[in-house]
């Protein structure tokens, strides 16, 4: 942080807005530090706090107007792109999927204050059609709220903050060494998890060639696409999937037992799908088999794709008297054409 005050003191406010930007584009520069110590500067006068502050909320909403504009454009991949930089791609792409769907504008407001939620809550509003007036409100006043925060907390502790720079100084070596062994720790547990979750389930895989073609079958495997609704709306799934999310999925215990269960998703590593794998093998289920690839990879291979509704689960939690309105292009989207497909799993 010392080094932070003197190119602050150097460079000013235009040094805010850099590091601003940078770090809500993506990289892994902190600016929360940069903000309070630029609070902590104004208040001696070193450098204007309302042009500081301006510049961090205009360089926040540059970048996530920049990422909104990639997720309308590009959609799903965006956000896969930037969960698998994250430290938890595992959960990344379901975690911000639950928080924008329970929470919508109001999440995008809450956004800078939720670890790892700040950079993907732009594309995922693109992604998911939130209009641009709404997002630009929301991420405006996100910006505001978080830029105002660190700055008044480096107005309020100018002192202590002062005394942290003086002790960073002197101490430099052994305050680097504490936060790259926490943080080291930290993506070690991530890399653990990641890899025992892929043995578990490295043998139980199956390709897209193997199930398009057990899709053909007498006895058919039985297809869970698995994600949030407010996903599975914006997204295409294999013709036929039931559309369940993880919470359904701990819910049922109504799956058939006597022919294979393959789930897929639109996560990196397939994630939601080796989650939802592990809860049913938890259940007793054996014949359990997450999709390589996922929908990605059945939509690369040049497959049929299938646009509907997630599935309504029953008051008694069964998944199979649920219905489904999977629609392909061409198709009869009644009701009762709807039924026949959920009966046909």
Known sequence: MDS??????QFGVPFVGLNVFLQQIGLPIPSVPTMMVAGALAASGRISLPAAFAIAVAASLIADLLWFAAGRRYG?????FLCRVSLSPDTCVRQTEGIFERWGFYSVVVSKFVPGFSTVAPPIAGALSMRVGAFVLAS???????AGAAMIAGVLF???IDAVLIWMSLHLPLAGFAVFGVAAAYAAMKAWQRLRIARLLAGSMITVAELSERLADAQPPFVIDVGSSLAQRGRS???GAALLDLDTLARCDDFPRDRDIVLYCACPN????RRGAQILLAKGYRRV???AGGIDAWTS?????????????SPAGSARSARTADVMDGDDASPATAEKRTAAL
């Open 76 to 80: 799903y991949p965006v956000l896969r």
């Open 4 to 9: 932070i005050a003197a190119e602050l003191a």
């Open 140 to 146: 405006a006043a996100s910006a505001a709220l978080w």
């Open 158 to 160: 100018a002192h202590e």
């Open 289 to 291: 088999r997450p999709l």
């Open 301 to 313: 291979a040049g497959h049929p794709v299938a646009h509907g509704t997630p599935i309504i689960v």
């Open 270 to 273: 397939e994630a939601s799908a």
């Open 237 to 239: 799934h294999i013709p």
